[in-house]
């Protein structure tokens, strides 16, 4: 059917009618905020990369989280820092670390809001890469022990979701079995299964102190040239126990999370990274975007895209404009 039948305008008229054919609706209800937590009392640092995101002390992280609540948002997920750092991230797993303490809290005080923790410990190792090294090569089964310790000391102090981060082969498995081992077969795992080595992380690895202090993530992470390789290890963790995967970043993704949504039967994360927020926050800043009006195109092409949950530093932006 063509023109002049056919007038797709029609439709376009008033904002009831586009509201009556609108296809994708973004809800508060998809939106997981990312938090950082670190040792110490009292702490709120701006992180200067991101603008309005901060590191936070257990003790003011729990008022940020009392806003997330009362914006109704469903979930948070957890980044930590260490006091110390060592070669083998080994405060990650420390039953006190400020991400156990924190989760421990948090369900206290919120137990029906979702505690996911990320897994990974670039953020706790001294080189700053996602495993253990001999000589310059990270080493992947060695560190799967390592990342089933991190695993079960978040589940421990209350977690509901585990997400590995770190790109290790076979760490679905490693940790799903630690979890069922120690009585955790209620704590669901998911995993960052397309994650790709991005620039668009920079951002985060100031928040995070977590750049790799020689090399780059490539031997781990994927190759952004690849697609047909992310439904492999979407289809490897599913095997292997994830619940739920992960397409991270997000906007130069979008046709991967269209991919595995398709493929895949399982619900399926997308990661709007720190440098998808950052590059509008700045845009928006000079005046050259309207932030808001971006950021609901950027997060509802998501969803379109077939995201069924979006961990985004713009879910509190989100959710309030979403009101
Ligand atoms: C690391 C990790 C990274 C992010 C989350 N977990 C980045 C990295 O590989 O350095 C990035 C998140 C973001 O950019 O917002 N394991």
Same mark, same amino acid.
């Given at each position: 059917?063509?023109?002049?039948?056919?007038?797709?305008?029609?439709?376009?008229?008033?904002?009831?009618?586009?509201?009556?054919?609108?296809?994708?609706?973004?809800?508060?209800?998809?939106?997981?905020?990312?938090?950082? #937590?670190?040792?110490?009392?009292?702490?709120?640092?701006?992180?200067?990369?991101?603008?309005?995101?901060?590191?936070?002390?257990?003790?003011?992280?729990?008022?940020? #989280?009392?806003?997330?609540?009362?914006?109704? $948002?469903?979930?948070?997920?957890?980044?930590?820092?260490?006091?110390?750092?060592?070669? $083998?991230?080994?405060?990650? *797993?420390?039953?006190?670390?400020?991400?156990?303490?924190?989760?421990?809290?948090?369900?206290?005080? *919120?137990?029906?809001?979702?505690? +996911?923790?990320?897994? @990974?410990?670039?953020?706790?190792?001294?080189?700053?890469?996602?495993? +253990?090294?001999?000589?310059?090569?990270?080493?992947?089964?060695?560190?799967?022990?390592?990342?089933?310790?991190?695993?079960?000391?978040?589940?421990?102090?209350?977690?509901?979701? $585990?997400?590995?981060?770190?790109?290790?082969?076979?760490?679905?498995?490693?940790?799903?079995?630690?979890?069922?081992?120690?009585?955790?077969?209620?704590?669901?795992?998911?995993?960052?299964?397309?994650?790709? @080595?991005?620039?668009?992380?920079?951002?985060?690895?100031?928040?995070?102190?977590?750049?790799?202090?020689?090399?780059?993530?490539?031997?781990?992470?994927?190759?952004?040239?690849?697609?047909?390789?992310?439904?492999?290890?979407?289809?490897?963790? +599913?095997?292997?126990?994830?619940?739920?995967?992960?397409?991270?970043?997000?906007?130069?993704?979008?046709?991967?999370? *269209?991919?595995?949504?398709?493929? @895949?039967?399982?619900?399926?994360?997308?990661?709007?990274?720190?440098?998808?927020?950052?590059?509008?926050?700045?845009?928006?800043?000079?005046? *050259?975007?309207?932030?808001?009006?971006?950021?609901?195109?950027?997060?509802?092409?998501?969803?379109?895209?077939?995201?069924?949950? $979006?961990?985004?530093?713009?879910?509190?932006?989100?959710?309030?404009?979403?009101?």
């Amino acid at each position: 059917m063509y023109f002049p039948v056919y007038r797709p305008r029609r439709f376009r008229r008033t904002e009831n009618l586009r509201r009556m054919i609108r296809e994708t609706r973004l809800d508060v209800d998809h939106l997981v905020y990312p938090l950082f #937590v670190m040792p110490g009392k009292g702490v709120k640092n701006p992180v200067q990369s991101m603008p309005g995101v901060f590191q936070f002390s257990v003790d003011q992280l729990i008022e940020e #989280v009392r806003s997330v609540v009362a914006l109704d $948002i469903p979930g948070i997920i957890l980044f930590g820092l260490p006091e110390k750092k060592d070669e $083998i991230g080994s405060e990650a *797993w420390a039953d006190n670390g400020p991400v156990q303490q924190a989760v421990r809290e948090i369900k206290r005080l *919120w137990p029906q809001l979702t505690v +996911i923790t990320d897994v @990974c410990l670039c953020e706790y190792t001294s080189h700053g890469h996602c495993g +253990i090294l001999e000589g310059n090569e990270v080493q992947n089964d060695a560190t799967l022990e390592l990342l089933a310790r991190v695993a079960l000391s978040h589940a421990k102090a209350g977690a509901d979701i $585990i997400a590995p981060s770190d790109m290790m082969d076979g760490r679905v498995s490693a940790i799903r079995d630690a979890l069922d081992e120690n009585g955790f077969d209620q704590t669901a795992i998911l995993a960052y299964s397309a994650k790709y @080595c991005s620039g668009f992380y920079g951002p985060f690895r100031d928040a995070a102190d977590s750049a790799p202090k020689f090399g780059d993530r490539r031997s781990y992470q994927m190759d952004p040239a690849n697609g047909a390789e992310a439904l492999r290890e979407v289809e490897l963790d +599913i095997e292997e126990g994830a619940d739920m995967v992960m397409v991270k970043p997000a906007l130069s993704y979008l046709d991967i999370i *269209w991919r595995v949504k398709a493929e @895949c039967g399982r619900p399926v994360a997308a990661y709007n990274v720190s440098g998808e927020y950052s590059m509008i926050k700045a845009a928006a800043a000079n005046g *050259w975007i309207d932030g808001d009006r971006v950021m609901m195109e950027v997060l509802t092409s998501m969803v379109r895209a077939g995201a069924d949950l $979006i961990l985004t530093y713009f879910a509190k932006d989100a959710a309030a404009l979403l009101r």
